[in-house]
Structure formats: structure tokens, C-alpha cells
């Protein structure tokens, strides 16, 4: 299966004229993909999976010359590693669409269904939300994973990448199109903007007839601009300051592991803990053991008084480090002496991502999942956890921490809303 990729230009364009007319083809398909079935959605999948594999040597091609130009601009070497594909990487899209093409289709599924007292029959079917525009950055397999989530949820979706790797979004967004048609599904469902004029992205965010919803993915600059300026609804996350609370009931093993692996297993990840909170009576014994553990990673750790006490020889912790999103070997220690304070630590200065107690006292788990305001809260599990994929839904197209429709990491369901059906046979009210 091979297809043109949309051109990518650099000539001066109407920019409204030419995200209107993205805007309204986006909107004409989405009535297309809101009516399609869940098998002709998995051929389309599948065929994007066949086109990556079939195309590897284009796609290397196409990000040779997006990595030459990264270069010249003096990116550095870990934004040029988020850009980079490799035979591994395109294989592990395929494998993406393909397991997105195995999850259950949340679109049409009706629930609650219930009888009334007028005899009507009153319940709600998932719907596509229509429209998503998705704004991000680097990561050329943000391109597949939004558009094969997109896709098997119903929705149409206007893809605006990352300057740094427009040919390689572009020779993706190619597939993805070729894909649509071989379903014999509008191939405008998936579109990407094909200019790296920025003035694109203020248009998009303004077109609320046409856009439905906006999700943000890279960094806090572009996840601020975009909250500060759409007039669209926008399903993002902007910090993930996440803790981990050893309590005074903690099993000292259990406590280690989480909080170890909470920290280490990667660092520039968004569930990634920041600051680990830990109570009076468990200091003495965890605080030294985990230390000489983060040394051997190389995690610097930056304490309160009382835990400079404990461990004399670490940097002193300013009140911003409480608030601090390091995503580095960088760890916030503080010493609490109860679960209350505990929880109004990260109730003031957490970024309501994720965040675990570690415990064996129940009644304390109950009220830490009651009363912590986060998208995950967790009991004696690594906040690592907090991913799409670990959840059991498939794929991810971002982590949500507002508390208006989808919540937590979104997934196809997170990509519906829910409309009230009736069902009657004649019906009147009285």
C-alpha cells in the first residue's frame, strides 16, 4: 500500500482560509466515522500497520532529513532522541495499530438502560466527541497513536506536529490516509497541518465551530499557550508533581520498592515521583537505606530540616522545591508526622496527577483515596503505574488532570461522550 503524504509547504499561505478548510473537512468526515463500524474502523488500523511496515525505508528517509535539519538548529541530544526512529520504533507503531484494532469499540455501547414509570425506556449511548485537534511535539509516533485512537473511537482529528519533525509526520500522516481509503473511510478523517507556520495552531485553537476538543502533548510552554489561548475545550495535564507517603504503618520492604522504583524507573516521565513523603516514626530506618539506593542512581536529594537530621549531608529544601516538577535525578524529601499532614502537603503543592500512600493500614488507605484530589491515587503501588497501558486501556492519548469529562489517562473511552436515548413505542406524556 503506498500513497503520497500530504505536501509539506513552506509557501506563505492564507493561514485562516487554510485551517478553515481543514476544519471543515474535518468536520464533514467525522460524520462519516461517527456512523462507521467497528470492523471497518480495524481494517483501516490494520492497513496503517501493513503501510508502516511496507514504507520503513521512506519513513527513515523522510526523518534522515528532519534529524539533518535538528542538527543544524543544534537540538540537543535528547530532543534529537525523541525525533529519531528506528526500525524498532516503526515496528512498535504497527504493533500500536494493531493493538488498538484489538480493543473493544466503546462507540454505540448502551448502558443504564431503565424503565420509568411512563413506560419509556431511558438510557445513554457512547458517542464520538466529533472533532479533536492534537498539538505536539517532537515524538514522530504521536502522529499513529493519536490517529489510531482517533480513528477507533469515531472521531476525525487534525494532527499539528512538531516543526522539528514535519517529513516524518507527513510521510506518516501519508500511511494513515491510505489506510483510510483501503476501509473505504474518508481519508480526510485524519489530517495534518502541512505548514510550520505557527500562526496554524492560533487558528486552530480559535476554530471552535469546527474543533470539538484540543489536546495539548509536550511541554509546559505549549500545554500554557494552548490553555491560555483556545476557545475550545482542552483535555491536558500540565505538571506532574507526584508523591509517594511511607506511612507510620508501612511495611519497611514494600515502602523501599515503591518508593525506589517510583523515582528511578524513569526520570522524564509525568508519573514520575517528585517528592517522597515519609512519616516521623519510619525516618531513621527507610531514610538512610534509600539514600544509599539513590546514590547508587545518582539521585541528588534535597530535604526539610528534620530530614537534614536524618541525613546531614543532602542540600536543604527550599519552599519551590515542594512544587517542582524536576523530571531529573532530583527527589524532594519531607518528614511528616501524620497522615493529615501528609495529605495537605499534596493537597497544597501536588499537581493532582498521581499519588500513592504506602500502608497496611486500610482505614488510612480508605481516607488517602477519599480525600487526595488527584486523577490516580494509589495504595502500595509505584506511581509508574499511572500510564494507558498499564490501566488495561490499550493506548493513551494523554493524562488529564481536570475534572470535566475524562479524568486520568485518556484513552477510547476517554475520546466518547454520552447521549441520553429513549426508546418508547408510541409514547405520550400525559
Known amino acids: ?62 526523518n534522515a532529513r528532519d534529524l539533518a535539519q535538528a542538527r543544524a538548529r543544534g537540538l540537543d541530544d ?7 526512529l528506528t526500525e524498532a520504533r516503526i515496528q512498535a507503531m504497527a504493533e500500536g495499530c494493531r493493538q488498538v484494532a484489538s480493543l473493544a469499540d466503546p462507540v454505540g455501547v448502551i448502558t443504564d438502560l431503565a424503565y420509568r414509570p411512563s413506560g419509556i425506556q431511558v438510557g445513554r449511548m457512547r458517542v464520538p466527541l466529533g472533532v479533536i485537534g492534537i498539538i505536539y511535539e517532537s515524538r ?61 495552531v492560533g487558528e486552530l485553537l480559535r476554530m471552535s465551530r469546527y474543533v470539538d476538543v484540543i489536546v495539548p502533548r ?16 482542552v ?36 508519573n514520575t515521583m517528585e517528592t517522597l513523603l515519609i512519616h516521623q516514626s519510619q525516618a531513621q530506618e527507610l531514610l538512610p537505606r534509600l539514600k544509599t539506593a539513590y546514590d547508587r542512581h545518582g539521585v541528588e536529594l534535597r530535604g526539610c530540616a528534620q530530614t537534614l537530621a536524618v541525613l546531614p549531608d543532602i542540600r536543604r529544601a527550599t519552599d519551590a522545591d515542594w512544587a517542582e516538577e524536576y523530571l531529573a535525578p532530583v527527589l524532594a524529601v519531607r518528614i511528616v508526622d501524620s497522615l493529615d499532614q501528609a495529605m495537605e502537603h499534596i493537597n497544597t503543592y501536588g499537581s493532582q496527577h498521581t ?32 500510564d494507558g497501558f498499564e490501566y488495561g486501556l490499550g493506548a493513551e492519548i494523554g493524562i488529564s488532570t481536570d475534572k470535566i469529562h475524562a479524568r486520568g489517562p485518556v484513552g477510547l473511552e476517554g475520546l466518547t461522550s454520552q447521549k441520553y436515548i429513549v426508546l418508547g413505542d408510541g409514547h405520550v406524556r400525559a
Open 1 to 62: 500500500m503506498n500513497a503520497p503524504s500530504p505536501p509539506l509547504t513552506e509557501e506563505p499561505l492564507d493561514i485562516p482560509a487554510y485551517t478553515l478548510s481543514l476544519g471543515k473537512a474535518a468536520r464533514e468526515a467525522s460524520r462519516a466515522m461517527a456512523e462507521a463500524d467497528t470492523g471497518q474502523k480495524d481494517r483501516a488500523l490494520d492497513a496503517i500497520a501493513e503501510g508502516i511496515l511496507n514504507q520503513q525505508t521512506e519513513l527513515l528517509e523522510a
Open 78 to 84: 535528547a530532543m534529537l532522541d525523541r525525533l529519531t
Open 140 to 200: 514522530p509516533n504521536v502522529t499513529i497513536d493519536a490517529a489510531a485512537l482517533c480513528l477507533k473511537s469515531g472521531n476525525a482529528v487534525i494532527l499539528r506536529g512538531g516543526s522539528e519533525a514535519a517529513h516524518s509526520n507527513q510521510a506518516l500522516a501519508g500511511i494513515v490516509q491510505a489506510g483510510l481509503v483501503a476501509a473505504e473511510l474518508p481519508r480526510t478523517a485524519v489530517q495534518i497541518i502541512a505548514t510550520t507556520d505557527r500562526a496554524a
Open 218 to 233: 509536550g511541554g509546559k510552554g505549549l500545554i500554557e499557550r494552548v490553555s491560555r489561548e483556545s476557545r475550545v475545550p
Open 235 to 270: 483535555i491536558k495535564h500540565l505538571d506532574g508533581v507526584c508523591h509517594v507517603y511511607i506511612d507510620a504503618r508501612a511495611d519497611a520492604d514494600k515502602a523501599f520498592a515503591v518508593a525506589l522504583n517510583a523515582k528511578t524507573q524513569r526520570y522524564g516521565t509525568c
Open 355 to 386: 499519588d500513592s500512600i504506602v500502608t497496611e493500614d486500610w482505614t488510612a488507605a480508605r481516607r488517602f483515596l477519599r480525600a487526595v484530589d488527584s486523577s490516580s491515587v494509589m495504595v502500595n503501588a509505584s506511581t509508574r503505574f499511572a
